[in-house]
């Protein structure tokens, strides 16, 4: 009993401040609260470096006591072929809307699929269409830049022709004029 003592004043160090006011403000639950149980006796060991241990150790019910604790289980019903059928058929209802389901999220992702295929292949052809318009626009540029540099240079061969042909000229008037 000086063990059981010592662990209730040990579990009293341990126990809130609440339950501890409890406790002085009823002393006499305060008694009666180590072993008094009527279903389970406790038994402290010996204490540990850590702490003090109980066994609690449940003591065999009395025939008295059978009757407050029994708890009746809910009859079973008969399950007739009918219920089976109806369950049967629950389930097949169930499994094909799932299927059906499935089906129609497969279909999605697959139209998801080919609209993105049509999109991509759209912005592609767009792509190369715009290359190819912007390639031709470069290709005249550069022709018509290709045919004035030609223009030019041929009007400069030809001016220089000129002045060569009026250098001559001036040359041949001042022999003329010198012989």
């Given amino acids: 009993m000086a063990k059981t003592a010592i662990a209730y004043k040990e579990k009293m160090k341990e126990i809130s401040v609440f339950s501890l006011i409890c406790s002085c403000l009823y002393p006499e639950t305060r008694k009666n609260l180590m072993g008094d149980f009527e279903d389970l006796d406790i038994k402290p060991i010996n ?31 008969d399950i007739s072929l009918e219920d089976i059928q109806k369950k049967l058929e629950a389930a097949e209802d169930r499994r094909k809307s799932q299927e059906a389901q499935v ?62 042909q009026e250098v001559r000229r001036n040359k041949e008037l001042r022999e003329e004029v010198t012989a």
Wanted: net charge neutral; aromatic share 4%; hydrophobic share 35%.
């Fill in 47 to 77: 204490k540990r470096a850590s702490g003090q241990s109980f066994e609690i150790i449940l003591k065999p019910t009395s025939p008295v006591s059978d009757n407050t604790h029994c708890i009746t289980t809910p009859p079973k019903r």
């Fill in 103 to 164: 089906l129609q999220a497969l279909a999605e992702k697959r139209e998801h699929e080919r609209d993105v295929l049509m999109k991509a292949m759209e912005e592609n052809s767009n792509f190369s269409r715009m290359a190819e318009e912007k390639l031709q626009v470069k290709m005249e540029q550069i022709e018509e830049n290709r045919q004035a540099y030609m223009a030019a240079i041929m009007d400069r061969l030809q001016e220089k022709e000129r002045h060569a």
